[in-house]
């Protein structure tokens, strides 16, 4: 059974870092993708980064691009995101999911199948 489970959320002000992880297991697929969503409240859930187990392919939404970092460490079964130059607007909860579907880019909500239960990320002015 896939389970995941996201640390590390908190409050910084704006310009600041953090740095959210996601423990991850019970994957026992050959090629699957990893990826990093948001919610803001009133807000759909949104796409941030996807990285590509096996092939270290790693995508990033636009508005996070050169800001945010996806990583995985494999020794570990550990996904980060690491935060920088956070805004306002990066204010919202958090999840990890994972995916064994064939996709491109692979940073859609309705790809992934198995979730988080989010950890909260507010950035203040």
């Known amino acids: 059974q896939v389970q995941l489970v996201e640390s590390g959320g908190g409050s910084v002000q704006a310009g600041g870092s953090l740095r959210v992880s996601c423990a991850f297991s019970?994957?026992?697929?050959?090629?699957?993708?990893l990826g990093w969503f948001r919610q803001a409240p009133g807000k759909e859930r949104e796409g941030v980064a996807s990285?590509?187990?096996?092939?270290?392919?790693?995508y990033y939404a636009e508005s996070v691009t050169g800001r945010f970092t996806i990583s995985k460490d494999n020794a570990n079964s550990i996904l980060h995101l690491q935060m920088n130059t956070l805004k306002v607007e990066d204010t919202a909860m958090y999840y990890c999911?994972?995916?064994?579907?064939?996709?491109?880019?692979?940073?859609?909500?309705?790809?992934?199948?198995?979730w988080g239960q989010g950890t909260q990320v507010t950035v203040s002015s």
């Open positions: 999911a994972a995916t064994d579907r064939i996709c491109h880019q692979c940073i859609t909500p309705p790809t992934y199948a198995y």
């Open positions: 019970g994957i026992t697929w050959n090629t699957y993708s």
């Open positions: 990285i590509r187990a096996n092939r270290d392919e790693r």
